[in-house]
Every structure is written in C-alpha cells, then in structure tokens.
C-alpha cells in the first residue's frame, strides 16, 4: 500500500497567474470515502421519499391534464406542472445511481465495445464543435467492472471535459496498461493496491480549475462549478471506482484538465520470474 491517502499539488506561478494542480484519490483515502458512504445513505434515503412525492404529483397532473380544455391556460400550467416534475425525477435517478455506486459488480468490459467509428456510446448529445480523439491500445484487456458502470464513468469524465470548452475543441481520451514498477512514484493515486491497472487519461482544452475548487473536488462530495448543476456526477465516479479497487488523479492547469482513472484488469497480465507483470 502507498503511504499516503489524499494528495493536493499545487505550483503557482505569481507573475503569470498561471498554476499546475493535482488531487488524487485512491481506495483507502479514508475521510473521503468515508463521506461518500455516509452520504449516500442519506442521499439514498430522501431520494426514495420524493420519488413517492412526484409520482403523486405527475399521477394527479395527468388526471388534471384531462379534465381540463386543451390549450387553455390552465393546460399549460399543468404541462409545466409536469415538466417540473419530470425535472424533479431526473434529480432523483441521478441520486439513486450516487447511492448505489458503492456497489461492486467485476464484470469484465472491454473499452473497445464502447467506442465506435471514434466516438463513444453515450455522447450523441454533444455539440458538434467537440472532437473526440480516441486512441486505445490494440491489446488493451477488459476491465473489472460491469460495461454500465464503465460506460458511466468514461461518459461523465468526457462530457465534462466536453462542457469546459464551450467554444469547441477537443476531449483526447486515451487507454493503455500500467504497471506501478515501470512509473513514477507519484503517478499512480494514492493507495492503491501494487500490481497492474487499465489506466483510462481524459484530457481536456478547457481554462483548467483553480487549486482551490481541486482541493474541493478530491476532498468534498458535492462541488461543482457548474450552474444548474448538483456535483453528483464526479461523487458518483469515485465511488463507482473505490468499489472496484481504482481511483482517479486530476491535473489543472489554465491549459486543460486531465483525469486518469485506475481500474484493476479483468484478467491479471503474464508475470516475469519475480512475480511483476511484464
């Protein structure tokens, strides 16, 4: 096990304003996974009780809606009744999957089932400035991790590095096998087990964040700088990976983000006469 459990790097540069900043986060950084499990037992909880609110309240628009003359303004007050409540439920299954993102399932997926033509299940959504540039390697092995839960994390890391460049540009996604002997010390997120690990980059052209909203991001569960947003994306990331036995490194700086996740491969690499992979 590595010594250490949360680390913050942050190398200002006063004169130019500009910063390099890191947060890792690995399986046994305690305090915050300790708050992401006791949270997702609250989240879990008041998730399930206003699920019981807005069905009532969409069941009862719905019979509202047909008792009402349409296109009449009281069918539009009821429309938007329901939309609100259609936002509301949004909140809810998005709060569910937090809750349940603790939970391990080791299915084996490989990345290149969830890439094709270079681009990535999921994203159709995404406006069309934005370039993917997927680069995976030929003998990437799967991962242990069920294909839903793979294609949540690599979705949310991507579409937020697509929402940094509101102007276009490109998300650089890459994937490759890593074995901690043949990195730098600090390369790997703290914590992790030694061994070999799919290491998936998410590169980004965006501003970057600054070392005060890093910090935030790998030590609370909730921040996000995005309006309209809940910070429950990321939060369900880290949990997702921590029950897999991975974590993920973010490095900032005013020329893009980059997140690297860890996830353990499905089928252990071939090992040399010393017991490392080759």
């Known amino acids: 096990m590595r ?9 200002p540069a006063e004169e130019s304003g500009s910063f390099t900043a890191e947060a890792a ?24 009780d206003f699920d019981n609110v807005l069905m009532g309240v969409m069941g009862f628009a719905e019979l509202a809606q047909a008792a009402v003359a349409p296109n009449s303004p ?37 990345l290149h089932d969830l890439c094709a033509a270079g681009g990535l299940s999921g994203l159709s959504d995404v406006p069309a400035a934005i370039r993917f540039d997927i680069q995976l390697d030929p003998g ?18 991507a579409r937020n590095a697509a929402e940094s460049m509101p102007k276009g540009g490109t998300v650089s996604i890459f994937a490759r096998l890593v074995r901690d002997h043949a990195l730098p010390p600090a390369a790997l997120p703290a914590a992790l087990q030694l061994g070999a690990y799919v290491e998936v980059t998410v590169a980004d052209q965006g501003t970057g964040f600054a070392p005060e909203v890093l910090r935030q991001l790998a030590d609370e569960p909730f921040v996000t700088t995005k309006v309209r947003h809940r910070g429950l994306g990321l939060a369900t990331v880290l949990r997702s990976l921590h029950a897999h036995g991975g974590g993920l490194t973010i490095t900032s700086s005013p020329a893009g983000s980059t997140v690297r996740f860890y996830v353990p491969p499905a089928v252990a690499p071939a090992s040399t006469p010393n017991g490392r992979p080759v």
């Open 3 to 11: 010594a250490t459990t949360e680390a913050l790097v942050t190398t």
């Open 25 to 48: 986060t690995g399986p046994a950084a305690p305090g915050l996974v300790n708050r992401l499990d006791d949270t997702a037992r609250v989240v879990g909880r008041v998730a399930h």
């Open 74 to 110: 009281a069918a539009e007050y009821i429309a938007e009744l329901q939309r609100a409540a259609g936002r509301g439920l949004d909140a809810t299954r998005q709060m569910h999957r937090y809750s349940r993102g603790g939970k391990k399932s080791a299915q084996p997926t490989h």
């Open 140 to 157: 990437l092995p799967p991962v242990a991790m069920a294909k839903e839960t793979v294609l949540f994390v690599l979705t949310s890391l």
